[in-house]
């Protein structure tokens, strides 16, 4: 196929340019050093008659030489010199002269005024580059990065996205407004301005925007709250003046404004000493910007935080974002059918069960479910399969939760102790009611520095947990350290993740749940800074009688946990080393393996 071809200007001025360079640089002093002589040489022919005509300039001397027999009039050049009695010598032999004034070049002249500012320019242009990506085009700054996609463009629809249940049913009002604003306004309705997507990491909420948009089929508008933020004052509240004008020119469209915190932080926060007061001016212009649309106007502003705690509430007032949609973790359901949409395309084998995989993932985000189908299907390739077989799916679920397995293999000490341990904990797990069944057990150690790891399955999503179960839980975490006590009379630098898990579930018994009958029903935590989770920190109205309790009854829960997984295990302790031996002999063990040895030397199930 034939390009096209056009005339360009840049081209024409381009060869000009060379060309103009090439007669001044090089044609030029060529031809005036092939006809140049000696000063000698040139005084020579002076006295004898020869010279026709000579012009002197601040550089050179020019002289014509006069035609002789065979030869005719040339022009030769020699280099001037500092010769006071020169221009006496030319009077005195009758030869006509002349001076030539002193002239520079055009290049001569440019080049001066130009390499005094090259510098200044690269350091400037390296500069805005660095700073925005913006090159010499110094007046973009105060332009709105967002990147505006068609909603026919997108690609991502509600079938593309699963486990969100309510939050899709509340969207769709949102649809429906963008595809049929006449049936709102025909009922004097008026849509929220403002959608604030709030929830977990993972969980699909940049998804439900982009599909929100691909479901009504408008332009769509996605940017990140730090994009508004730099270095030089005004540039975050200009760029959300010129975001809003842009979107009013596109209405109806959807403003996606991922990780609002980092401009949206309550400005009880940000303005405080030593605060940003950069980062305020820009939420004090998205405020003002967000009360001058109306309510139908056409303009949908969504946004997604991890943390709306810490939201300024002159944002989240109604008004502006008036309608806040929790994004929680998927329940079973959700979680199979996210499952389903991310293996949808794949070959699955025969054996493979989502229904269970669904089930033995409760507390998994979205994204966690999609990072498993990833590493299941690599698996799958990494072992020549055709097919992904539920032994993939185990094996990923396994490198998320604890982490690729090292080769480097243990001394015959350190497995002993790692695999009592482990037993420790899943004996523990076993006999007490309440807790979650053993799924696997491992002694091969993972690139996340655990030396061995107990896994545990949920049968069922959990939304509310007793004191018992709580306290069992505690148990199993410190059955480890309690198999460690009995076998080898003293605790190892294994239990320390166990001791911190333990201590912050205490904590919170404490603190939280007023599951202390010391301390009584009062809850001593203050909000934290994370999302859905609480801390003490902060408090400063607590009396130091007070905070001495706290610590004295956590210690007292930690230390109940660890009696109640002594106590068992020395029960058991024929079962403790005969499970240990096994462990320690094949590495890995399942939940299934445990059962049936348990059952073997007891002839009795645990009470799970």
Request: hydrophobic share 40%.
């Amino acid at each position: 196929m034939d390009k096209k071809r056009t005339f360009s200007t840049g081209y024409l001025l381009l060869a000009l340019l060379v060309t103009w360079l090439f007669n001044d640089l090089i044609y030029k002093p060529l031809i005036i050093r092939e006809a140049e002589v000696g000063y000698n040489v040139f005084l020579q022919d002076l006295s004898e008659n020869k010279v026709g005509q000579v012009i002197l300039s601040s550089d050179r001397i020019i002289f014509t030489l006069k035609a002789t027999g065979d030869q005719k009039e040339s022009v030769a050049n020699a280099v001037a010199v500092n010769d006071p009695a020169l221009v006496d010598r030319l009077i005195a032999s009758g030869v006509p002269f002349s001076a030539q004034p002193q002239t520079r070049s055009l290049f001569s002249s440019l080049l001066g005024w130009l390499l005094p500012l090259l510098p200044l320019v690269l350091i400037w242009y390296f500069l805005l580059k660095r700073m925005g990506g913006m090159g010499s085009n110094a007046m973009s700054l105060g332009q709105s990065k967002a990147r505006e996609i068609e909603g026919e463009m997108i690609g991502v629809k509600f079938k593309d996205v699963g486990g969100v249940g309510e939050a899709e049913v509340e969207l769709r009002e949102i649809i429906e407004y963008l595809k049929n604003p006449g049936k709102f306004t025909h009922m004097g309705a008026k849509l929220p301005k403002g959608v604030l997507l709030a929830g977990p990491p993972g969980t699909g909420k940049t998804l439900l925007a982009k599909a929100t948009a691909g479901e009504a089929g408008v332009p769509f508008f996605f940017l990140t709250g730090s994009s508004f933020v730099e270095m030089f004052v005004g540039v975050g509240a200009a760029r959300v003046r010129d975001l809003f004008q842009q979107a009013q020119k596109k209405a109806p469209c959807i403003i996606f404004i991922d990780e609002i915190d980092a401009i949206g932080q309550a400005r009880s926060n940000i303005g405080r000493i030593g605060g940003n007061s950069e980062q305020e001016n820009t939420l004090n212009q998205l405020l003002a910007e967000m009360d001058g649309f109306k309510a139908n106007s056409g303009v949908v502003i969504m946004a997604a935080t991890n943390r709306p705690e810490i939201l300024d509430p002159a944002l989240v007032r109604p008004g502006r974002f008036d309608r806040q949609i929790q994004v929680p973790l998927p329940t079973e359901p959700g979680r199979l059918e996210i499952l389903s949409i991310h293996t949808r395309e794949m070959p699955l084998g025969d054996d493979v069960q989502l229904e269970r995989l669904a089930k033995i993932t409760a507390g998994f985000s979205g994204a966690e479910l999609a990072n498993i189908v990833n590493e299941a299907s690599l698996l799958a390739i990494r072992r020549n399969s055709g097919r992904i077989a539920m032994t993939d799916f185990d094996l990923a679920i396994e490198r998320v939760v604890a982490g690729l397995q090292r080769k480097t293999p243990l001394s015959e000490d350190i497995r002993r102790k790692v695999a009592y341990h482990e037993v420790g904990h899943a004996l523990t797990a076993y006999y007490l009611s309440g807790t979650d069944p053993v799924h696997k057990i491992s002694i091969i150690p993972t690139a996340k520095g655990a030396l061995g790891y107990t896994l545990q399955r949920p049968e069922e999503d959990r939304y509310l947990i007793g004191e018992a179960e709580l306290r069992a839980r505690m148990a199993v975490m410190l059955g480890g350290r309690a198999a460690e006590l009995i076998v080898f009379q003293e605790a190892s630098t294994g239990a320390a993740n166990d001791l911190e898990r333990g201590t912050e579930m205490a904590r919170r018994m404490v603190t939280e749940f007023g599951m202390s009958k010391k301390l009584g029903p009062v809850r001593y935590a203050t909000a934290g800074g994370s999302y859905l989770q609480s801390g003490i920190n902060g408090r400063n109205d607590l009396s130091p009688a007070t905070v001495s309790s706290i610590d004295e009854e956590i210690a007292r829960l930690l230390n109940e946990a660890q009696e109640t997984a002594t106590a068992l295990l020395t029960e058991h302790i024929g079962v403790l080393h005969h499970v240990a031996q096994f462990l320690q002999d094949k590495e890995v063990m399942s939940g299934d393996q445990l059962a049936a040895i348990v059952n073997s030397l007891t002839g009795t199930k645990g009470e799970q």
